[in-house]
């Protein structure tokens, strides 16, 4: 990774100075991404590989609106960087529009993609419960001696994962199989006059992404974002010297990585920038990111074909001012939920069930079309099945080591079994 992450930097960074007096960068994900790609032979196949499998699943939409837990952990050394609810408040109602297509400039996305603009119909909200059970705003404002967290561009490992860990003078995560966790803090690299704006990792097991792109940890698994960047009533939204990133756009971007989204010209920054895709059909082939130019006549990969499209600048996986993002498309959002309910299913379990993994197997097979079996330690609990919304649509008692689930609509659901002290949870599919 040493050698990735440092040669791509100067890379970026010297063709962003080119163009820009101050170099700043929507994330800084894709300056250790892009090497891994050519060090490993097979990424192409594999990555067409795995979007066949996600565009045979089911996850279209089955499942209806999925709504996601989150954590903001406000990591300040002085009051600028202590980023007030009401800021946070705003981010969330970003986030919740861009991933809903609610959002007011919807209205600018070109005729041309308007075809395969989508609703993602995933949504966000603070967490009401802590890992510990107790109630929480899902805020967390915590003081630190660290005047900023380093992207060290030299190092073997990502040092802004110590914002991440209390013990390197950030926060500790919250469970993060169960929650997003999000770290704001202030964000510097050690490359003069460079900014990142933020950083998340992908789910682990997506085979389009190079290996080992996915958190080191599960405890530094989740998002970093730039204090300046939060929100779009951010009082210090101009701390960072632009005024391009002032709508809350720097999270929309990194939830769609955190969510197993590449950027839309696939992280190529040598030789045939064109051959290289993200693996999403619907984002036309584009040889780089917009370079927050909003630059609506960009076309960087022209086949000169009639069917030609230009690039679509306005996704909010290119690198753009954010008044320019507006739309993400039909196979982005496939493939979010694809990588939710199969690699981030924890966080479509109702919050107020907590799970245990101390049994070998809870239920199984899954997918399921008509029966589901129960390890029998749990024969005579009391069970309740959720639907993916958190709505309950069953209660009895497990009188056998089965269930029948064939009335059960296609979907993904949850069930919680009760037995004395104990809760036991897991997730299964039913298919036709
Ligand atoms: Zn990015």
Known sequence: MKKTLSFLILII???????????????????????????????????????EACKN?????????????????????N???????????????????DYRRLNADAVNTREIFLPVAADCEIQFALATVDPQGNP??????????????????????NTLDEVKHTSTGGADAWDTEHYINIWI?????????????????????????????????????????????????????????????DLGRTLSHEMGHYLGL???????FFGDVCSEDDGIDDTPLCGSGDQFECDLT?????????NDQPDMIENYMDYNQDACYNMFTEGQKTWMRYALEELRSGLLQPLDIRTMHTMEKITWPNPTSDALFVNSQLRGSDYTIYNAAGQMIERGNIRSNSLSVADLQSGLYFIQFDMENMTFSNRFMVRD
């Not at 929507?26 to 594999?46: E, N």
């Not at 080191?216 to 101009?238: C, L, M, Q, W």
């Open 13 to 51: 960074v010297c063709q962003v100075q080119m163009t820009a007096q101050t170099p700043h960068f929507k994330c800084g994900y894709d300056h250790f991404i892009t090497m891994k790609k050519h060090h490993d032979p097979h990424w192409f196949g594999l990555n067409q590989q795995m979007f």
């Open 57 to 77: 699943n089911r996850g279209g939409g089955t499942g209806g609106v999925y709504t996601l837990p989150v954590v903001f952990h406000v990591l300040y050394n």
């Open 79 to 97: 009051d600028s960087q202590n980023i007030p609810d009401s800021v946070i408040y705003s981010q969330l109602d970003v986030l919740n529009e």
């Open 136 to 157: 929480t705003t899902g805020i967390e404002h915590i003081m630190t001696d660290r005047t900023e967290f380093t992207l060290e561009i030299f190092s073997t490992v």
């Open 185 to 245: 803090c202030n964000v510097t690299t050690d490359f003069p006059g460079a900014q990142i704006f933020g950083m998340s990792y992908p789910p682990g097991g997506l085979d389009n992404w190079p290996a080992n792109s996915n958190a080191p940890t599960a405890e530094d698994d989740g998002i970093v974002i730039h204090y300046t960047t939060v929100g779009r009533n951010n009082p210090v939204s101009e701390d960072d010297g632009t005024d391009l990133n």
């Open 262 to 268: 590449r950027h839309t010209w696939g992280d190529e």
């Open 298 to 306: 960009a076309n960087t990969c022209d086949d000169g074909t009639l």
